[in-house]
Every structure is written in C-alpha cells, then in structure tokens.
C-alpha cells in the first residue's frame, strides 16, 4: 500500500456496538535501522497487545487501535475495535518521515472523532503512542506544533517511547509530556503496560482522571 494512501474503517457498527470509545493511534517506525531482532519484538508486541485486550470484554468494546507506520508512511489500519484488529506483521523500509507520519496521524484521528460525533458516540480522550528508533528524516516542526496545540486543547494525550539510539533531544521537543527510554527491547513488557493502562481507561466514565500503571519493566530508569 502507499503512503498516505486512505484505509477504509473496518468496525463502524455503532448501532450495535453504541459503547463510548477509547482510540489509540499506533506511530511505529518501521525505517532499515529497525530490521532485525527489533522489529520482531515489535511484531511480537503488538500481537501481545491484542491477545491482551482479548481478556477484557469491556475493552474489547470500547479500545479502537489504528496502526500507522513510517518508513514510508502508511496507514496500516484505520481504528477498529480488537476483535476486528489483526496486528500486522511489519517489515522494515525506507528512511524515518517522522514529522509526515504524525501529521498523518493527527489527521486520522480527527477524522475518527468526527465519525463519532456524526453517529452520536461519545469517546475519551485519545492517545497517539509513537515509536521509533532514529531521527527525522523530515521537516518535523511543524507536526511538533500540531502535538503541542493537541495536548494543549486536550484533542488527545501524545507519548513518544525512544529505542535503542533514538534522538531522545529531538523527540522532547515533539512530545511535551516527555519521550521515555524503552529498556533494551522490552516492546512485550511495554505493550503489555499499554493493554493495562487502556483496560483502566476504557473502564471509566469519559472525562474522569485515571491513574496508570507506573511504566516499570519496560523504561530505563
């Protein structure tokens, strides 16, 4: 598929599934400096975070997952409810549009909440989860201004999780909550984190404060 080609929604039923949602965006660098045994453990933990949220039949209703990639960007799934999520197997291509890719991120997701809207369905704040291992290879700037005014209008909550020798400088300026350091390849500890935290978050009412998990096992300390 290519980049920024449109994906169609795949669980769009909100008659028979009216219950509010809890959108994740997945940002995954999937960039040459990933090939090898870090974008298996990648592979492997988004499919841990699937089975997962499988044990959880409130979340399995209210948690959508959307995966775009870059290395190009791609939308590898509009957001969906898991059971109708299959975490692709990812390879590894190109360089690191960062900023691109968070753009088109942003975009996906406010044309999510639109849906939302449009069919009455109310949602909790959203969460963009970037992951990557390098650097911008692109014009970045101006997408670091889009997550600022997103966090700052409570649009939606934006982590940046740093691998191995990631520009964690560059990836402050981006994120203002502050990027974390995976630990090694811990990507199963931390999926598994994420899967716990939107169990918490999905099982609350919308606009309540929700205390997560602390993000140990997984974070350099």
Not at 100 to 111: F, M, P, S
Not at 125 to 152: C, H, K, M, N, Y
Not at 179 to 208: H, I, Q, Y
Request: charged letters at 20%; one cysteine or more.
């Amino acid at each position: 598929m290519s980049g920024f080609e449109q994906v169609g929604f795949g669980s769009d039923d909100f008659t028979t599934n009216p219950e509010p949602r809890c959108p994740c965006l997945l940002l995954l660098d999937t960039s040459h400096s990933m090939q090898g045994r870090a974008i298996s453990e990648l592979n492997r933990g988004i499919a841990t975070l699937k089975d997962q949220l499988a044990n959880d039949a409130l979340a399995m209703k209210r948690v959508e997952i959307a995966v775009v990639t870059f290395g190009p960007v791609n939308i590898d799934s509009g957001f969906q409810t898991p059971d109708f999520w299959h975490p692709p197997t990812l390879l590894t291509t190109g360089d690191t549009p960062m900023g691109a890719a968070i753009e088109q991120g942003i975009d996906l997701l406010r044309e999510r909440k639109q849906r939302y809207r449009d069919n009455g369905v109310s949602y909790y704040r959203p969460w963009i989860f970037l992951i990557t291992d390098g650097a911008p290879t692109d014009s970045w700037q101006r997408a670091a201004q889009l997550v600022r005014d997103g966090e700052e209008k409570k649009e939606f909550s934006f982590f940046a999780i740093g691998v191995a020798n990631a520009d964690m400088g560059i990836l402050a300026q981006i994120a203002p909550r502050g990027p974390l350091k995976l630990d090694g390849l811990n990507f199963r500890e931390l999926f598994m984190w994420l899967s716990s935290s939107l169990s918490r978050v999905s099982a609350s009412n919308t606009g309540d404060r929700v205390a997560l998990p602390p993000p140990s096992g997984w974070t350099e300390v």
